[in-house]
């Protein structure tokens, strides 16, 4: 067995982080002891204090507040209605809001844009789990992309989805229609096929299994409908479009509806609309930052690539940068005729518009070609934009928000009394008025490698417990690819990680000097505040509920790294 297959194995799926000792030198990396507050010390604004409220308000200046946030939350105590458009693998780190204009126009620019937005989990159908369910990985228990790691399982339908975000949206009078992509299983033999409709949904219009842009078949209200390769009749981004337009020319007027909208791009096999197919020709990845940099000090996963990159490998990633800037186009071109639609039908001013994404992206940073996964900023970024009532227009919103926060503050939204999340609504970051919500100071990104059991075919020398193995045999995965993170961005700009192999391997990065993250500063931070981060990622790890919420872990976070 190659040394490659013996590191990619690890020690297990299921990663609890240890208590380390750092008071100890390590050999891994060396250098001199750095003092905390002056290597990463965030230069970012922090979120307005928690205004004061009690009884210290005069009745009237508190009757005043009620009726704001009544009109706020309810749009003058009528049910607001909500949208909730999703994308798929697009980054901000790297330009992929670029090709957006008109939705930086029509829902950034009327509303907030929020510059501190990250997944819990840079991957697809654990990330979906948690903006479904408002939990962390390690309490919805969907680990990956695959049946056996949970994804749209029996174990998640009698679980998770049966107390997902739609259920409570329906309790409170909703009426509820999705399109688009659901989870990557999802319509498989094993997940009960097109026949299961997931609770708490009015209208289903569900991909069956991962990305396609043409020739797949879709769950229509549990029924199959297949589709074939004509762009007018079944580009997928366009049939979401036409679907939800639909479903606003039908629906019963003054009941408040949610929409969860799931377009296909930016994700793979990138297939453009036809008038698109020649944008961005001359476009190329972004050459700053990690690209093409080596992994020296970081995990062996990312010790294996290659560096330089071979020409095929720039290639390949280049191509890929363009068709998924391409694709991006006809969500642009969605969001436009959807806020259009509502605007015609005096909709607009009565509805919340979400607009992101389940993961970031990377091409080329530390000589990976393209995936997401990785613990950096590049994947667990993600762009988030909101419009509606009582949001004032062109807001940047600097406080830390989750993906796990979305259905917290949808439900808030909705009027719902909110259940046990470990997300928090958000609502209060982006009304100013009613700025009195907790500010996050640190937050868990966890992930569990996947691998496979036999070594790639195309990369036999590898040897087994890899997978997801792109040209020139640069893999993406690995079992031991299980870490998890503390991130803080309130007070020190600094992620912490820790990964389930048999080196036990720490990763630290000062992000106020280093936004890159191109040193490995573990050897270079005080020990004390080492094993401080230790004991938060541990707890993080086993929170839930109000325990991940700022009155808890977080604020400890916020106390001990001072």
């Not at 929020?114 to 903006?131: E, K, Q, V, W």
């Not at 029996?154 to 399109?179: D, I, M, N």
């Not at 929409?259 to 476009?283: I, N, R």
Request: glycine share 6%; net charge neutral; hydrophobic share 35%.
């Amino acid at each position: 067995m190659s040394t490659c297959s013996i590191s990619a194995l690890g020690e297990r799926l299921d990663f609890t982080s240890r208590k380390h000792n750092f008071s100890q030198p390590s050999s891994r990396l060396s250098g001199p002891t750095v003092p905390i507050l002056q290597m990463a010390y965030s230069e970012r604004t922090p979120p307005p204090r928690h205004a004061q409220t009690g009884s210290s308000l005069c009745p009237a200046v508190s009757l005043l507040l009620v009726l704001f946030t009544c009109n706020v939350r309810y749009a003058a105590c009528g049910a607001s209605n909500i949208v909730l458009i999703l994308s798929d693998d697009q980054d901000v780190e790297l330009g992929g809001m670029t090709p957006m204009k008109k939705t930086k126009l029509l829902i950034g620019d009327a509303g907030a844009t929020f510059s501190n937005a990250y997944t819990a989990t840079a991957l697809g159908c654990p990330s979906r789990s948690s903006i479904l369910t408002g939990n962390y990985p390690h309490n919805h228990a969907v680990r990956n992309d695959s049946l056996a790691g949970n994804c749209s399982s029996p174990l998640w339908q009698k679980g998770p989805e049966a107390l997902a975000l739609p259920v409570y949206l329906s309790k409170r009078k909703y009426r509820t229609f999705f399109a688009g992509k659901y989870l990557e299983q999802y319509g498989t033999k094993e997940a009960g096929e097109f026949a299961h409709v997931p609770p708490g949904w009015d209208l289903w219009h569900a991909l069956v299994g991962d990305t396609k842009y043409y020739n797949y078949s879709l769950s229509v209200n549990g029924k199959e409908e297949k589709h074939g390769d004509s762009y007018e009749k079944d580009y997928f981004t366009d049939l979401i479009l036409n679907r939800s337009l639909e479903f606003l020319d039908k629906r019963s007027p003054g009941q408040p509806f949610f929409m969860m909208l799931s377009p296909p791009a930016a994700h793979a096999p990138w297939t453009a609309a036809p008038q698109y197919q020649k944008e961005f020709s001359d476009v190329k990845a972004p050459r700053d930052g990690s690209f093409n940099k080596p992994g020296k000090d970081k995990h062996w996963l990312l010790r294996q690539p290659a560096n330089p990159m071979a020409g095929s490998s720039m290639d390949f990633l280049d191509d890929a940068y363009r068709k998924r800037w391409q694709t991006l186009l006809s969500v642009d071109d969605m969001v436009e005729k959807l806020v259009k639609k509502l605007e015609d039908s005096k909709e607009l001013n009565n509805t919340y518009i979400f607009y992101s994404s389940d993961n970031g992206f990377h091409a080329g940073q530390f000589s990976l070609p393209i995936d997401k996964r990785q613990l950096y900023e590049f994947d667990i970024r993600v762009p988030l934009m909101v419009r509606g009532p009582g949001i004032a227009p062109k807001q940047i919103v600097k406080a830390p928000v989750l993906n796990i926060d979305l259905a917290p503050t949808i439900l808030d939204i909705s009027g719902s009394d909110l259940p046990i999340m470990d997300g928090q609504s958000f609502l209060s970051q982006m009304t100013p008025s009613l700025r009195s919500g907790p500010s996050r100071s640190c937050f868990l990104v966890e992930h569990t490698g996947e691998g496979s059991p036999v070594p790639d075919p195309a990369c036999p020398k590898l040897g087994r417990g890899l997978s997801h193995c792109l040209p020139n045999c640069v893999c993406e995965d690995s079992y031991n690819n299980t870490y998890a993170c503390v991130r803080t961005l309130v007070g020190i700009n600094l992620q912490y990680c820790e990964f389930s192999d048999n080196e036990s391997f720490v990763e630290v990065y000062n992000l106020t000097s280093d936004l890159s993250q191109l040193v490995n500063i573990v050897k270079k931070v005080d020990p004390a505040l080492l094993q401080a981060m230790n004991q938060h990622l541990i707890k993080l790890q086993s929170c839930a509920g109000s325990s991940c919420h700022d009155n808890g872990i977080n604020g400890l976070c916020q106390t001990t790294t001072k």
